[in-house]
């Protein structure tokens, strides 16, 4: 295979793919995911635009490989994060948590690209896939910790995704700057938000088990 300064033409054209991928970040942290474009996006890569059609297809599948890149590098980190922390759940959900804040604070571009997967259609499939990712890991986890007392499978899973999505808005929200709270009090609020939501299981479905309003009690 030919090289050229050192590097084989699958590794010089992935390095072409990084750069395309950096240069997208760098857009959306400016301005967001609409007015990405193929002739820009070249430019700042420091590529001729043919480069640009070597990886992707167009500005859309650049988006969407650009976050799948920082998301599948988060999924790492959680998963570190969850088979590093103790076997217990506070201090599991702390760790993950305070992961997550780190990874986004490691590069501040992150935080765009996070509050552009809650606004922008154009990552709305994305935004669903990732929900569903993290809600299987906290399912899979409240199991791992609490076995039984969990709650039933339907219920474990109802409350995961109520409580990925809301906690996903809810760091969006104050990356943006609407939330008055330090991230020390943001941080305490998420876990116990989590912690406490695990805790009702129990009386969640007594009461999804009591007789709706106007029906009778169960044998009667």
């Given at each position: 295979?030919?090289?050229?300064?050192?590097?084989?033409?699958?590794?010089?054209?992935?390095?072409?793919?990084?750069?395309?991928?950096?240069?997208?970040?760098?857009?959306?942290?400016?301005?967001?995911?609409?007015?990405?474009?193929?002739?820009?996006?070249?430019?700042?890569?420091?590529?001729?635009?043919?480069?640009?059609?070597?990886?992707?297809?167009?500005?859309?599948?650049?988006?969407?490989?650009?976050?799948?890149?920082?998301?599948?590098?988060?999924?790492?980190?959680?998963?570190?994060?969850?088979?590093?922390?103790?076997?217990?759940?506070?201090?599991?959900?702390?760790?993950?948590?305070?992961?997550?804040?780190?990874?986004?604070?490691?590069?501040?571009?992150?935080?765009?690209?996070?509050?552009?997967?809650?606004?922008?259609?154009?990552?709305?499939?994305?935004?669903?896939?990732m929900v569903d990712v993290l809600t299987t890991v906290m399912?899979?986890?409240?199991?791992?910790?609490?076995?039984?007392?969990?709650?039933?499978?339907?219920?474990?899973?109802?409350?995961?995704?109520?409580?990925?999505?809301?906690?996903?808005?809810?760091?969006?929200?104050?990356?943006?700057?609407?939330?008055?709270?330090?991230?020390?009090?943001?941080?305490?609020?998420?876990?116990?938000?989590?912690?406490?939501?695990?805790?009702?299981?129990?009386?969640?479905?007594?009461?999804?088990?009591?007789?709706?309003?106007?029906?009778?009690?169960?044998?009667?």
């Amino acid at each position: 295979m030919a090289m050229h300064r050192g590097l084989t033409a699958d590794q010089r054209r992935e390095q072409r793919r990084r750069q395309l991928l950096e240069a997208a970040l760098d857009a959306v942290a400016e301005n967001g995911v609409r007015d990405l474009r193929v002739r820009a996006i070249s430019a700042r890569a420091k590529l001729n635009d043919r480069y640009f059609y070597e990886s992707f297809a167009d500005c859309q599948e650049l988006l969407l490989a650009t976050f799948d890149d920082q998301f599948n590098r988060a999924l790492t980190g959680i998963m570190a994060a969850v088979a590093d922390s103790p076997h217990e759940l506070r201090a599991r959900v702390r760790a993950v948590i305070e992961f997550a804040f780190g990874f986004i604070d490691e590069d501040p571009r992150r935080a765009r690209l996070l509050v552009e997967l809650q606004t922008a259609e154009a990552l709305g499939g994305r935004r669903a896939e990732m929900v569903d990712v993290l809600t299987t890991v906290m399912t899979g986890q409240v199991r791992a910790l609490l076995g039984a007392d969990a709650g039933t499978d339907e219920t474990v899973t109802l409350t995961a995704l109520t409580v990925v999505s809301g906690l996903l808005d809810l760091a969006a929200q104050w990356y943006r700057g609407r939330l008055d709270v330090g991230r020390p009090q943001l941080i305490d609020f998420m876990i116990a938000l989590v912690v406490t939501t695990t805790d009702i299981t129990g009386a969640l479905e007594r009461r999804l088990a009591a007789p709706r309003d106007g029906e009778a009690a169960p044998g009667r």
